[in-house]
């Protein structure tokens, strides 16, 4: 499935927004492990991938995240993650977290990539 997400992404038939908190989270582990190729290699990704676009986390997605992370009682990233979505005006949020499926916000469908691999 994700192989698939990338595919249609990359070949633009569907646009993507990433929060810069994403790159946080995608780079940590090969920071940690002090693997600079692996951070050069998701750089280059991320940055290379038609149709995405990275968007900062500014007030609008805090204060949006705020009032997320309190009616929902969901982890601060993951309240920044589907305000990010939110306010650059994304049909859909992708995740594994189930947990985040109960967020409900007009216009942004919270989908789980686990239903669609079954």
Do not use: W
Request: hydrophobic share 45%; with cysteine.
């Amino acid at each position: 499935m994700t192989h698939h997400l990338v595919r249609v992404i990359a070949a633009e038939i569907i646009s993507c927004t990433i929060s810069a908190l994403s790159v946080t989270e995608l780079l940590a582990k090969p920071y940690k492990l002090k693997d600079i190729e692996k951070v050069r290699l998701f750089e280059n990704f991320i940055k290379s991938l038609p149709g995405t676009e990275i968007q900062s986390v500014n007030y609008p997605v805090a204060k949006l995240a705020a009032s997320i992370r309190a009616d929902y009682n969901i982890r601060t990233p993951d309240a920044i993650l589907i305000s990010t979505a939110f306010n650059a005006g994304a049909q859909c949020f992708i995740t594994n977290d189930i947990a985040l499926k109960k967020v409900s916000l007009t216009g942004l469908e919270v989908l789980i990539m686990d239903d669609y691999l079954k």
